[in-house]
Every structure is written in structure tokens, then in C-alpha cells.
């Protein structure tokens, strides 16, 4: 197995109707195509960052928007499947 930075995720900044910017943690990347997608206009990717977890990506994302400590599952402890290595390093290799 290659060792790798980790999983690649990006911070947006999405307005709701008031005009509040909303964020959201989304994977870089062709698995977050969908997630992007529901953005709404004039949403900023403002930030992105490497995680081996669910758990870690989650404690970054926390800590980056301010929303104080992430309380982890076990479920999400588990390292992020290979194949998602996989989509993403090709991914970026294309870019």
C-alpha cells in the first residue's frame, strides 16, 4: 500500500437566504462532485486540507470553523477505504 498525505477535503463557505455563510466539509475531487452540486451560488471554497479519517477530518473541520471539539465515533475511526486513495490521486494526477 502507498503511503499518502492523506484523504483531500475542501471548507466552503455556502449562503443561506439570510445571507449567512454556511460551512461545509466536502471531499476534493470526483467523490464530492455531487456534494458540490448542492451548493448554492456564490458558495467560496475557501480552504482544504489532508485527513486519514472521518474522526480526523472532522476534528480539523471543527477546529477550522469553531465549532469547539469533535466528538468521534467509532465508525468513523477507521482510515478512509483505499479505494477512495485510489479515485482521488487519480484525480488529482490529471489535473
Request: charged share 20%; with cysteine.
Amino acid at each position: 500500500m502507498r503511503k499518502t498525505l492523506g484523504y483531500l477535503h475542501e471548507v466552503w463557505f455556502c449562503p443561506d437566504e439570510f445571507g449567512n455563510a454556511l460551512p461545509a466539509c466536502i471531499a476534493h475531487g470526483p467523490d464530492g462532485d455531487a456534494a458540490r452540486a448542492l451548493n448554492e451560488p456564490g458558495s467560496k471554497w475557501i480552504w482544504t486540507f489532508w485527513a486519514s479519517s472521518p474522526a480526523e477530518a472532522m476534528c480539523i473541520y471543527y477546529e477550522f470553523v469553531g465549532y469547539g471539539k469533535y466528538a468521534s465515533r467509532s465508525d468513523d475511526l477507521l482510515p478512509y477505504p483505499q479505494d477512495w486513495y485510489e479515485r482521488q490521486v487519480a484525480h488529482l494526477n490529471c489535473q
